[in-house]
């Protein structure tokens, strides 16, 4: 089974919402009445664990505000996959967002060092075998998470992560 990261674009007064009763989440990320994903959704696919990584040049650690882009934020309710859902506010996005504008595909694809991340253990761990076709991969995920921050930022919005 394949652990996909998803990133869901909100506004505050829906944060407030799940805030308030998390119970409400798993029925707004998985619709029973098969309309899709919600609004403002992204998928990355398997490419979270690498993003992260890129960003932060750790595994699983990092420094606000790059950590909060794909690992970060505050845990939400109970396991929607891969565990809880976590919540970014409207000023940690802004936060995100304001790094970002500056790490366009090609700064990041300086970092892209497909041996060390398979020795990092990166998921899903086929890095060297993929080799620059690893990198595209990614750099297709990391460009349409760039744009989301972005947009999501210039409307205020609110962020939940999960993976599934």
Not at 35 to 62: R, S
Not at 123 to 128: A, F, K, N, R
């Amino acid at each position: 089974m394949s652990m996909i990261g998803n990133l869901v674009a909100i506004s505050p007064q829906e944060l407030e919402t799940f805030v308030a009763a998390p119970d409400s989440l798993p029925a707004f990320l998985y619709p029973d009445d098969s309309v899709g994903d919600p609004a403002n959704h992204l998928d990355v696919d398997k490419a979270w664990h690498a993003i992260h990584y890129l960003l932060n040049g750790k595994t699983w650690e990092g420094a606000a505000p790059l950590f909060h882009t794909i690992l970060g934020g505050e845990e939400i309710g109970e396991d929607v996959g891969y565990g809880p859902a976590r919540f970014l506010t409207p000023s940690q996005v802004k936060a995100v967002a304001s790094e970002l504008i500056g790490l366009t595909p090609d700064a990041v694809s300086a970092r892209f060092e497909p041996t060390a991340m398979d020795a990092a253990e990166i998921y899903p761990q086929t890095w060297t075998r993929d080799g620059k076709d690893g990198w595209e991969y990614v750099r297709h995920y990391y460009e349409q998470l760039r744009e989301f921050y972005l947009k999501a930022s210039e409307r205020g919005d609110a962020v939940i992560l999960y993976v599934n």
